[in-house]
């Protein structure tokens, strides 16, 4: 087995702790009993019952909810409606546009993201609030499910969907019995890809979002500028937990897919 | 041609069509209106119940006006370059952090290398927000970094970090530096070991055979990782609004304030042209790095 050498352990060490120390010293101090943020004076959960007696607090992650939910569904289906037609549509009128049209929002900063689509809304005379960040936030994040789902159209083997047409399927049929089933890890992790730009998106949303809805990023932005506060490094506690609960039983599972694999792999081997 | 495939390719595209292209269109219409007292504040509008000689009006009020005062007003230029500088400096930053980590990712046992990844793409998906206000307990006047300073006792005052330009760029770092270990891990992954081996028997020293194999070979990934870092930090809002100081200059943040404090849409239209011309650059620059990465795998 190789060993690191020094040189590597102590590089890898440093770059993890600047990685991780920042976000460790806000959960132990969500736990710290004083407000006073830089003092230590004891354990106390407190912080977090305020955070859940916090109305504000409570419906503007209500709004996030609601704004991740339905942008995320919208924005799997049309990424991989388009990522089908970029890698299996053909030649068609306008295909450069569109192919631009995919990518461009992935390099846009989002200030102007942001204000072209404010701009949008107001021209047309649409009322600011969930349905206009639904739609902001469906927009950009379609282009990232494109991307995702596109690489695994890519690499997978063509002769699978001919064959199913050949035995009589539809173009449709062939789509949902083949092509959906092989590329369904690459939807759903486009899918998880956008509900989390949704959940976290700061910028576009203080654009689109009127006065009626405000998501938490907003909320959580508007406390931050006056400084540290308990309650938000408890609410930052609690986001820090789940995604990082996500993360590892997410990579667990495509792990133990990939060992069943190599199973079934071994096997078909040894009985051809 | 059936109507299946028609539809197919005609909604998402009729969706881009109308969130993307046309808001695009708008914001190059206002850049070249006058700003009002109205509402929405600016002139001209376009008159579609006067039909064509409404269009017509409207083109023949166009001006570059917005430009020649972004041109003139020195503010401009200095968020302008200043946006540059922060964001080459922080990129070249990452640089130096990215690449000894995965340089020892790649290094690393392999039974270790599923749990480093995961290390590193874990932060990735926490909320930025919440990574960027990590930063603010750390870098304050009476936060860990100077209370750890002292007590070792390198520093006997307390350092003025947070609120200035090295906090901007400690921010950029922190956030953006997964997006520039994952290519440079991904191509030092791909890198034959023989290669180095026989470049130590045929008389290299380990720098040298550093310097000549393992940095041409991964320069790719290099490229790709620092333009994933450059160009999102160009136009970065909430590090510099957040960590940044009164003389912290980004124009993500000079058009922010110019549309809502004050509310010249305009101008603050015309700031964004800039922006996106000034980032076609790197962009085109990336994407013929990505292509001759795609050409060299085949």
Request: charged fraction near 15%; aromatic fraction near 12%.
């Amino acid at each position: 087995m190789r060993r690191l050498s020094w040189f590597n352990a102590t590089s890898l060490t440093l770059g993890f702790a600047f990685l991780y120390i920042p976000m460790l010293v806000v959960i132990i101090y969500s736990f710290n009993e004083s407000r006073l943020v830089t003092v230590w004076s004891g354990f106390s959960t407190k912080w977090y019952g305020e955070l859940l007696r916090n109305e504000a607090f409570l419906d503007a992650a209500w709004v996030t909810l609601q704004v991740g939910f339905f942008s995320s569904l919208l924005a799997t289906v049309l990424g991989t409606m388009g990522a089908y037609v970029l890698v299996r549509g053909g030649r068609f009128y306008g295909r450069t546009l569109f192919s631009g049209m995919m990518y461009a929002p992935l390099v846009m900063p989002e200030v102007i993201t942001g204000l072209s689509l404010l701009l949008l809304f107001i021209s047309i005379n649409l009322d600011r609030g969930i349905v206009t960040i639904v739609l902001a936030h469906a927009t950009f994040s379609m282009c990232y499910v494109s991307v995702v789902v596109s690489s695994r159209l890519v690499s997978f083997d063509r002769s699978v969907e001919e064959a199913a047409l050949d035995l009589g399927c539809t173009p449709f049929e062939a789509f949902r019995l083949v092509t959906l089933p092989i590329i369904a890890p690459a939807v759903i992790s486009g899918w998880l890809l956008a509900l989390t730009l949704s959940l976290d998106d700061l910028v576009i949303a203080s654009f689109v979002a009127g006065p009626s809805a405000t998501t938490l990023p907003i909320k959580v932005f508007s406390s931050i500028r006056l400084g540290v506060s308990p309650e938000i490094n408890a609410l930052s506690t609690i986001l820090i937990v789940i995604v990082t609960i996500g993360t590892i039983t997410a990579s667990l599972s495509t792990k133990r897919a990939l060992v069943r694999k190599q199973r079934a792999e071994r096997m078909a081997e040894q009985s051809a | 041609m059936n109507l299946r495939r028609t539809s197919l390719i005609a909604v998402p595209y009729f969706w881009l069509g109308c969130l993307f292209l046309i808001p695009f269109l708008i914001v190059f219409k206002i850049s070249l209106s006058d700003a009002a007292l109205s509402i929405p504040p600016y002139t001209p509008k376009l008159e579609l119940s006067e039909g064509w000689a409404g269009v017509r009006d409207m083109f023949s009020q166009f001006d570059f006006e917005n430009f020649e005062f972004l041109a003139t007003d020195d503010l401009y230029w200095k968020s302008y370059l200043s946006s540059v500088q922060i964001a080459l400096i922080s990129t070249f930053m990452c640089l130096l952090v990215g690449f000894p980590m995965a340089y020892g990712m790649a290094r690393a046992p392999q039974v270790w290398q599923p749990t480093l990844m995961l290390m590193v793409i874990l932060p990735f998906w926490t909320s930025f927000l919440i990574r960027v206000y990590s930063l603010i307990g750390i870098l304050s006047q009476e936060g860990m970094l100077n209370q750890f300073l002292t007590w070792i006792g390198v520093i006997s005052e307390p350092l003025t970090i947070l609120n200035t330009n090295i906090a901007v760029y400690i921010g950029i770092v922190y956030t953006y530096l997964p997006f520039m270990i994952l290519p440079i891990y991904a191509t030092l992954i791909k890198l034959d070991g023989s290669l180095l081996e026989a470049a130590e028997d045929l008389g290299c020293s380990r720098t040298e055979a550093f310097w000549r194999i393992t940095v041409p070979l991964s320069k790719a990934g290099i490229i790709a990782g620092c333009f994933l870092v450059f160009i999102p930090a160009l136009g970065e809002f909430v590090i510099p609004s957040l960590l940044g100081g009164s003389e912290t200059l980004m124009i993500g943040k000079v058009l922010y304030e110019e549309f809502f404090s004050n509310r010249d849409w305009p101008v603050a239209s015309a700031v964004a042209v800039i922006l996106l011309l000034i980032l076609i650059v790197p962009i085109v620059l990336y994407q013929r790095n990505e292509q001759r990465l795609i050409e060299a795998e085949q």
